[in-house]
């Protein structure tokens, strides 16, 4: 039988993933040394890691075209949900937040707020929940520059250290959720090689855990 097949989120989380298989006893060397490679062995050819933008790792998992997937919590909040998410890595920890402008009261006034962020559904949901009806902007990146150039009254964006905040005059209005990174697998794949993929997500529960 062919080996697994991870969709592993490049960037942030994939050092903090090799770490993992690393303490597992997993030969994590193709990966490390990859160049511009993007499909790599790990271990004996244990399995394949396939490195790719966040989003996609869930598209792939979905698809079935890979078994399992790592990815955080916020991609999985905003981009899907047809899929197990079977374990909480514990790395990637940071949280959903609303900022905006330091010492500007938020909530109050009867004007409709309009609100940058990377994440619309994420923001959709939260504000849904809250009965308040707002303007929503897309965003790719330094979402803080929205309300600095005037386009948005807040946002909601991942925050870690707060610097990025701090640093631009902004501040947490309300944290909205933790997110942490996770492990999720494909329903056919779960169903059809199911005790290979129990055994690895054990382990690797294990490896977080330092036990293994
Ligand atoms: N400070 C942080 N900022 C953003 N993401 C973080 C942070 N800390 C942990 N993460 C986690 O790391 C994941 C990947 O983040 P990363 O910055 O590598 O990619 P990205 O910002 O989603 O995409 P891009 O490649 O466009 O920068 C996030 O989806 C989130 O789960
Ligand atoms: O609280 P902090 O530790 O400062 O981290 C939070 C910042 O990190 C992320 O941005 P990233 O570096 O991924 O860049 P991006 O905004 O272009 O996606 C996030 O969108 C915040 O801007």
Not at 27 to 49: H, M, T, W, Y
Not at 167 to 176: A, F, K, P, Q, T
């Amino acid at each position: 039988m062919k080996s697994l097949r991870i969709a592993l989120t490049k960037g942030r989380l994939e050092k903090d993933t090799v770490a993992l298989f690393e303490k597992i006893g997993f030969d994590c060397s193709a990966v490390k040394n990859k160049g511009r490679k993007l499909i790599l062995p790990v271990g004996d050819n244990q399995f394949e890691v396939v490195l790719a933008k966040a989003a996609d790792v869930i598209t792939y998992v979905e698809h079935g075209v890979c078994d399992l997937g790592v990815v955080g919590k916020d991609t999985i909040l905003e981009h899907g949900s047809g899929f197990y998410e079977v374990l909480d890595l514990g790395f990637g920890k940071c949280k959903f937040a609303l900022a905006g402008p330091k010492n500007k009261e938020f909530f109050s006034g009867y004007s409709s707020k309009t609100i940058a962020t990377k994440y619309p559904n994420v923001a959709r949901n939260y504000f849904e929940n809250k009965g308040m009806d707002v303007r929503i902007i897309k965003i790719e990146g330094s979402v803080e520059l929205a309300p600095l150039l005037g386009l948005s009254d807040a946002i909601v964006d991942i925050v870690e250290t707060g610097s990025t905040l701090k640093e631009n005059g902004l501040e947490v209005i309300e944290s909205i959720c933790n997110i942490s990174a996770r492990l999720i697998v494909n329903a056919a794949s779960l169903k059809i090689r199911k005790a290979e993929i129990e055994s690895l997500a054990e382990r690797m529960d294990r490896a977080k855990e330092g036990t293994e």
